[in-house]
T-cell receptor, first 110, second 117 residues
Framework: LAKTTQPISMDSYEGQEVNITCSHN???????ITWYQQFPSQGPRFIIQ???TKVTNEVASLFIPADRKSSTLSLPRVSLSDTAVYYC???????????FGAGTRLFVKA | NAGVMQNPRHLVRRRGQEARLRCSPM?????VYWYRQLPEEGLKFMVY????????ESGMPKERFSAEFPKEGPSILRIQQVVRGDSAAYFC???????????????FGQGTRLTVV
Protein backbone atom coordinates (compact mmCIF):
# COMPACT_ATOMS: atom_id res chain seq x y z
CA LEU A 1 0.00 0.00 0.00
CA ALA A 2 1.26 3.43 -0.93
CA LYS A 3 2.33 5.50 2.05
CA THR A 4 1.36 9.14 2.15
CA THR A 5 3.02 12.14 3.78
CA GLN A 6 1.13 15.30 4.63
CA PRO A 7 1.88 18.37 6.74
CA ILE A 8 0.74 17.88 10.30
CA SER A 9 -1.07 21.21 10.51
CA MET A 10 -1.80 24.38 8.58
CA ASP A 11 -3.26 27.75 9.51
CA SER A 12 -5.29 30.01 7.28
CA TYR A 13 -7.68 32.94 7.40
CA GLU A 14 -11.21 33.16 6.20
CA GLY A 15 -11.51 33.88 2.50
CA GLN A 16 -8.09 32.55 1.60
CA GLU A 17 -7.33 29.66 -0.71
CA VAL A 18 -5.74 26.71 1.04
CA ASN A 19 -3.57 24.14 -0.69
CA ILE A 20 -2.64 20.92 1.10
CA THR A 21 -0.04 18.76 -0.60
CA CYS A 22 0.30 15.03 -0.12
CA SER A 23 3.35 13.02 -1.15
CA HIS A 24 2.90 9.44 -2.33
CA ASN A 25 6.16 8.46 -4.01
CA UNK A 26 5.37 4.76 -4.40
CA UNK A 27 1.91 5.11 -5.85
CA UNK A 28 0.95 2.16 -8.03
CA UNK A 29 -0.42 2.28 -11.55
CA UNK A 30 -3.99 1.44 -10.56
CA UNK A 31 -4.09 3.57 -7.40
CA UNK A 32 -6.57 6.40 -7.02
CA ILE A 33 -6.03 9.44 -4.78
CA THR A 34 -8.85 10.25 -2.41
CA TRP A 35 -9.27 13.05 0.12
CA TYR A 36 -11.52 12.95 3.16
CA GLN A 37 -12.48 15.59 5.71
CA GLN A 38 -13.15 14.82 9.35
CA PHE A 39 -14.69 17.05 12.00
CA PRO A 40 -14.33 16.23 15.71
CA SER A 41 -16.58 13.40 16.85
CA GLN A 42 -17.72 12.65 13.32
CA GLY A 43 -16.85 10.13 10.66
CA PRO A 44 -14.75 11.14 7.65
CA ARG A 45 -16.55 12.69 4.72
CA PHE A 46 -15.51 12.21 1.11
CA ILE A 47 -14.26 15.40 -0.55
CA ILE A 48 -12.77 14.49 -3.89
CA GLN A 49 -11.06 11.71 -5.80
CA UNK A 50 -8.84 11.62 -8.84
CA UNK A 51 -6.45 9.54 -10.88
CA UNK A 52 -4.49 12.11 -12.89
CA THR A 53 -4.43 15.76 -13.97
CA LYS A 54 -7.12 17.93 -12.39
CA VAL A 55 -10.46 17.17 -10.84
CA THR A 56 -12.90 19.81 -9.62
CA ASN A 57 -16.21 19.60 -7.80
CA GLU A 58 -18.38 22.04 -5.89
CA VAL A 59 -16.20 21.74 -2.80
CA ALA A 60 -12.57 21.50 -3.92
CA SER A 61 -10.06 20.90 -6.66
CA LEU A 62 -7.48 18.17 -6.83
CA PHE A 63 -4.28 18.67 -8.78
CA ILE A 64 -2.20 15.63 -9.73
CA PRO A 65 1.05 16.07 -11.67
CA ALA A 66 2.02 13.75 -14.49
CA ASP A 67 4.25 11.54 -12.33
CA ARG A 68 1.44 11.17 -9.75
CA LYS A 69 3.93 11.13 -6.89
CA SER A 70 2.09 13.92 -5.15
CA SER A 71 -1.29 15.61 -5.16
CA THR A 72 -2.64 18.93 -3.94
CA LEU A 73 -6.04 19.52 -2.47
CA SER A 74 -7.18 23.08 -3.08
CA LEU A 75 -9.95 24.63 -0.99
CA PRO A 76 -11.10 27.97 -2.41
CA ARG A 77 -12.06 30.77 -0.03
CA VAL A 78 -12.10 28.80 3.21
CA SER A 79 -14.45 29.63 6.04
CA LEU A 80 -14.31 28.89 9.77
CA SER A 81 -16.37 25.76 9.17
CA ASP A 82 -13.57 24.29 7.06
CA THR A 83 -11.50 23.79 10.23
CA ALA A 84 -11.04 20.04 10.25
CA VAL A 85 -8.58 17.23 9.62
CA TYR A 86 -7.94 16.38 5.99
CA TYR A 87 -6.75 12.92 4.99
CA CYS A 88 -5.04 11.91 1.77
CA UNK A 89 -5.50 8.27 0.83
CA UNK A 90 -3.90 6.34 -1.98
CA UNK A 91 -4.89 2.87 -3.06
CA UNK A 92 -6.42 0.75 -5.75
CA UNK A 93 -9.24 0.16 -3.33
CA UNK A 94 -10.11 3.83 -3.27
CA UNK A 95 -7.97 3.92 -0.19
CA UNK A 96 -10.20 1.80 1.96
CA UNK A 97 -7.48 -0.48 3.18
CA UNK A 98 -5.07 2.32 3.64
CA UNK A 99 -4.05 3.51 7.04
CA PHE A 100 -5.38 7.04 7.06
CA GLY A 101 -2.43 8.46 8.91
CA ALA A 102 -2.67 11.52 11.12
CA GLY A 103 -3.87 13.79 8.31
CA THR A 104 -3.48 17.55 8.14
CA ARG A 105 -5.18 19.66 10.79
CA LEU A 106 -6.39 22.85 9.14
CA PHE A 107 -7.18 25.81 11.40
CA VAL A 108 -9.13 28.62 9.78
CA LYS A 109 -9.05 31.88 11.70
CA ALA A 110 -11.38 34.86 11.47
CA ASN B 1 -31.75 7.48 1.75
CA ALA B 2 -30.35 7.28 5.25
CA GLY B 3 -26.61 7.31 5.64
CA VAL B 4 -24.49 4.72 7.37
CA MET B 5 -25.97 4.14 10.81
CA GLN B 6 -23.87 3.05 13.74
CA ASN B 7 -25.08 2.23 17.20
CA PRO B 8 -24.62 2.79 19.93
CA ARG B 9 -22.89 6.17 19.60
CA HIS B 10 -21.29 5.72 22.99
CA LEU B 11 -20.59 2.47 24.79
CA VAL B 12 -19.05 1.97 28.21
CA ARG B 13 -17.81 -1.45 29.23
CA ARG B 14 -15.91 -2.76 32.21
CA ARG B 15 -12.73 -4.69 31.63
CA GLY B 16 -13.49 -8.28 30.71
CA GLN B 17 -16.94 -7.58 29.28
CA GLU B 18 -17.97 -7.91 25.66
CA ALA B 19 -18.63 -5.01 23.32
CA ARG B 20 -20.88 -5.33 20.29
CA LEU B 21 -20.86 -2.52 17.76
CA ARG B 22 -23.44 -2.38 15.00
CA CYS B 23 -23.30 -0.87 11.55
CA SER B 24 -26.12 -0.61 9.04
CA PRO B 25 -24.74 0.33 5.63
CA MET B 26 -26.43 2.66 3.21
CA UNK B 27 -29.26 1.15 1.23
CA UNK B 28 -27.92 -0.81 -1.69
CA UNK B 29 -24.40 -1.07 -0.30
CA UNK B 30 -23.10 -4.56 0.26
CA UNK B 31 -19.49 -3.70 1.15
CA VAL B 32 -18.61 -2.71 4.72
CA TYR B 33 -15.34 -1.61 6.30
CA TRP B 34 -14.45 -1.13 9.94
CA TYR B 35 -11.80 1.26 11.26
CA ARG B 36 -10.43 2.15 14.69
CA GLN B 37 -9.32 5.64 15.65
CA LEU B 38 -7.35 6.51 18.75
CA PRO B 39 -7.41 10.12 20.04
CA GLU B 40 -5.38 12.51 17.89
CA GLU B 41 -4.59 9.72 15.39
CA GLY B 42 -5.84 8.70 11.99
CA LEU B 43 -8.17 5.82 11.22
CA LYS B 44 -6.70 2.35 10.96
CA PHE B 45 -8.31 -0.24 8.73
CA MET B 46 -9.50 -3.33 10.56
CA VAL B 47 -11.67 -5.46 8.30
CA TYR B 48 -13.52 -5.46 4.97
CA UNK B 49 -16.68 -7.52 4.62
CA UNK B 50 -19.18 -8.31 1.93
CA UNK B 51 -22.52 -9.91 2.67
CA UNK B 52 -21.81 -13.14 4.59
CA UNK B 53 -18.10 -13.00 3.73
CA UNK B 54 -14.95 -11.59 5.27
CA UNK B 55 -12.88 -10.31 2.38
CA UNK B 56 -9.89 -8.89 4.23
CA GLU B 57 -9.24 -8.94 7.97
CA SER B 58 -5.58 -8.05 7.82
CA GLY B 59 -6.07 -5.14 10.22
CA MET B 60 -7.92 -7.10 12.90
CA PRO B 61 -6.13 -8.08 16.10
CA LYS B 62 -5.66 -11.82 16.13
CA GLU B 63 -7.49 -12.35 19.42
CA ARG B 64 -10.75 -11.10 20.96
CA PHE B 65 -11.91 -9.25 17.84
CA SER B 66 -14.34 -10.61 15.29
CA ALA B 67 -16.65 -9.20 12.65
CA GLU B 68 -19.60 -10.42 10.66
CA PHE B 69 -21.99 -9.13 8.04
CA PRO B 70 -24.94 -11.52 7.87
CA LYS B 71 -27.34 -11.85 4.98
CA GLU B 72 -29.95 -10.01 7.01
CA GLY B 73 -29.24 -7.30 9.54
CA PRO B 74 -26.34 -5.03 10.35
CA SER B 75 -22.64 -5.73 10.40
CA ILE B 76 -21.34 -6.47 13.88
CA LEU B 77 -17.90 -5.80 15.29
CA ARG B 78 -17.46 -7.85 18.43
CA ILE B 79 -14.77 -7.35 21.02
CA GLN B 80 -14.53 -9.97 23.72
CA GLN B 81 -12.95 -9.47 27.14
CA VAL B 82 -12.32 -5.80 26.53
CA VAL B 83 -9.24 -4.10 27.94
CA ARG B 84 -8.53 -0.42 28.51
CA GLY B 85 -6.45 -0.30 25.32
CA ASP B 86 -9.59 -1.06 23.30
CA SER B 87 -10.97 2.37 24.18
CA ALA B 88 -11.27 4.20 20.88
CA ALA B 89 -13.71 5.41 18.26
CA TYR B 90 -14.78 2.69 15.85
CA PHE B 91 -16.01 3.78 12.46
CA CYS B 92 -17.87 1.85 9.85
CA UNK B 93 -18.02 2.71 6.17
CA UNK B 94 -19.92 1.24 3.25
CA UNK B 95 -19.62 1.38 -0.50
CA UNK B 96 -21.76 0.22 -3.42
CA UNK B 97 -18.86 -1.34 -5.28
CA UNK B 98 -16.09 -3.72 -4.28
CA UNK B 99 -13.37 -2.11 -2.22
CA UNK B 100 -10.70 -3.20 -4.67
CA UNK B 101 -12.16 -1.21 -7.50
CA UNK B 102 -10.60 2.18 -8.00
CA UNK B 103 -12.79 5.20 -8.09
CA UNK B 104 -15.17 3.98 -5.43
CA UNK B 105 -16.31 6.29 -2.66
CA UNK B 106 -16.87 5.11 0.89
CA UNK B 107 -19.51 6.62 3.15
CA PHE B 108 -18.79 6.72 6.86
CA GLY B 109 -21.00 6.47 9.90
CA GLN B 110 -20.76 8.71 12.95
CA GLY B 111 -18.80 6.12 14.87
CA THR B 112 -19.12 4.35 18.18
CA ARG B 113 -17.00 5.62 21.02
CA LEU B 114 -16.01 2.75 23.25
CA THR B 115 -14.77 3.48 26.72
CA VAL B 116 -13.41 0.65 28.82
CA VAL B 117 -13.35 1.36 32.54
Amino acid sequence: LAKTTQPISMDSYEGQEVNITCSHNNIATNDYITWYQQFPSQGPRFIIQGYKTKVTNEVASLFIPADRKSSTLSLPRVSLSDTAVYYCLVGGTGGFKTIFGAGTRLFVKA
Amino acid sequence: NAGVMQNPRHLVRRRGQEARLRCSPMKGHSHVYWYRQLPEEGLKFMVYLQKENIIDESGMPKERFSAEFPKEGPSILRIQQVVRGDSAAYFCASSPLPGDRGGTEAFFGQGTRLTVV
